[in-house]
């Protein structure tokens, strides 16, 4: 990694391609907008979702609820099999909230790599846009994480 005094270090030093991250907002934009609910506040590529308490709750609680798909990931990347693994994703975390009787609201996805390969990140997040679409919730944000070394160039979580 490069060091500039005058310009201190960059994204781009720490191998993240902000250019490919933008790209990526847009071409998953579509995607998330097909999950949207009235309630549904804002649009991506904020640092916040934000989502209105529907009315008809007169004392609402907020479950939520995270999960992961475990090894069927290594098994979808293994195979270059990635147009289900988010609807899955998001079905292990609805079913987390419906058997404490909440309604699955909203999502926020969360996709880590060490390179951004856009092709495969939007065919994912696709997938979790299938899966709220299925559980009525909306995709209302998330975060993309560009770690190499931390994550190979081709593996993603």
């Known amino acids: 990694m490069t060091h500039n005094r005058q310009k201190g270090l960059t994204y781009r ?3 993240v391609d902000i250019n490919a991250g933008n790209a990526l907002i847009e071409r998953i934009k579509p995607h998330a907008k097909r999950t949207a609910r009235e309630e549904s506040l804002g649009a991506l590529g904020g640092f916040g979702a934000f989502f209105k308490i529907p009315k008809r709750y007169s004392k609402p609680i907020l479950v939520s609820s995270t999960d992961g798909v475990g090894t ?10 990635h147009s289900q693994i988010g609807e899955d994703l998001v079905a292990m975390c609805v079913n987390d909230l419906i058997v404490s009787n909440a309604e699955p609201l909203f999502f926020l996805d969360y996709y880590a790599t060490g390179q951004l390969d856009v092709d495969v990140a939007e065919v994912v997040i696709a997938s979790i846009a299938d899966g709220c679409e299925l559980a009525g919730c909306a995709l209302a944000g998330g975060e993309t994480a560009e770690m190499p070394g931390i994550y190979s160039k081709d593996k993603f979580d």
């Open 13 to 15: 030093d720490a191998g």
């Open 72 to 81: 069927k990931l290594k098994l979808a990347i293994q195979y270059n099999r």
